[in-house]
């Protein structure tokens, strides 16, 4: 049986680091002034994201052999890569016009975040000292979005700070090396609910992570 998880000791805390691979972000821009950029014309296509890194923390408390109910925070950050547009337009910010044509621009800037997600998780017996994982949470997100140029231009340029709700899927597995300390290897997917109507899509990301857990 595997001894990932003591009873008596129903406290849990981790620290874990990993990879953050954001997803495009389509957009769909009418005409009109959006945090703080304003558009003459219609503007679609989709901004392309570097992968990143992710640290995270991690409280937990066993309620029994196979459900625990967890608090994940976590801090991310990735840079843009470039904006690929499939119609194009104009953009103003600061008195500097951005006119993009379809193509493909490239994006200096970047997203920081820090998020909180609570919700349970659900393990079970698979081999000794292994057990498989399943859990998903809800909470929030607050975040730095940054683009400093497009196409070396500061006509789209944003420094925008929000908070989000956000959701969390993950699964993976926990190794034990000792009744009180085990690591955790998890995939997650990712969502913040940072949509504008008329402009961009929802974020959504895939993130990899490895966490060592105490017991206590």
Same mark, same amino acid.
């Given at each position: #049986?595997?001894?990932? %998880?003591?009873? $008596?000791?129903?406290? %849990?805390?981790?620290?874990?680091?990993?990879?953050?691979?954001?997803?495009?972000?389509?957009?769909?821009? *009418?005409?009109?002034? @959006?945090?703080?950029?304003?558009? $003459?014309?219609? &503007?679609?296509?989709?901004?392309?994201?570097? !992968?990143?890194? #992710? +640290?995270?923390?991690?409280?937990? %408390?066993?309620?029994?052999?196979?459900? $625990?109910?967890?608090?994940?925070?976590?801090?991310?950050?990735?840079?843009?890569?470039?904006?690929?547009?499939?119609?194009?337009?104009?953009?103003? $910010?600061?008195?500097?016009?951005?006119?993009?044509?379809?193509? *493909?621009?490239?994006?200096?800037?970047? +997203?920081?975040?820090?998020?909180?997600?609570?919700?349970?998780?659900?393990?079970?017996?698979?081999?000794?000292?292994?057990?498989?994982?399943?859990?998903?949470? +809800?909470?929030?997100?607050? %975040?730095?979005?940054? +683009?400093?140029?497009?196409?070396? *231009?500061?006509?789209? /340029?944003?420094?925008?700070?929000?908070?989000?709700? *956000?959701?969390?899927?993950?699964?993976?597995? !926990? @190794? /034990?090396?000792?009744?009180?300390?085990?690591?955790?290897?998890?995939?997650?997917? !990712?969502? &913040?609910? /940072?949509?504008?109507?008329?402009?961009?899509?929802?974020?959504?990301?895939?993130?990899?992570?490895?966490?060592?857990?105490? /017991?206590?």
């Amino acid at each position: #049986q595997a001894d990932t %998880y003591s009873v $008596s000791d129903n406290f %849990y805390v981790g620290l874990g680091a990993g990879v953050i691979s954001p997803n495009d972000v389509d957009i769909d821009i *009418s005409a009109g002034t @959006y945090d703080g950029v304003t558009f $003459s014309d219609g &503007i679609t296509g989709e901004y392309v994201f570097d !992968n990143g890194f #992710q +640290i995270t923390g991690l409280l937990g %408390y066993r309620l029994n052999d196979y459900l $625990s109910f967890e608090t994940e925070l976590g801090y991310s950050k990735f840079d843009y890569d470039k904006l690929n547009l499939t119609v194009g337009g104009t953009a103003t $910010s600061g008195g500097v016009t951005f006119t993009g044509g379809v193509g *493909s621009f490239d994006v200096d800037g970047s +997203i920081s975040a820090f998020s909180m997600i609570f919700g349970p998780a659900i393990d079970f017996d698979v081999y000794e000292n292994l057990e498989l994982l399943i859990g998903g949470g +809800i909470g929030f997100t607050a %975040y730095n979005d940054e +683009i400093n140029t497009v196409g070396a *231009s500061t006509g789209l /340029s944003i420094d925008e700070d929000n908070t989000e709700f *956000s959701a969390k899927f993950k699964t993976g597995a !926990n @190794y /034990s090396f000792t009744q009180q300390t085990f690591l955790q290897a998890t995939y997650g997917f !990712n969502f &913040i609910n /940072s949509g504008v109507d008329n402009y961009t899509d929802d974020f959504t990301a895939h993130s990899f992570n490895a966490t060592l857990v105490f /017991s206590f």
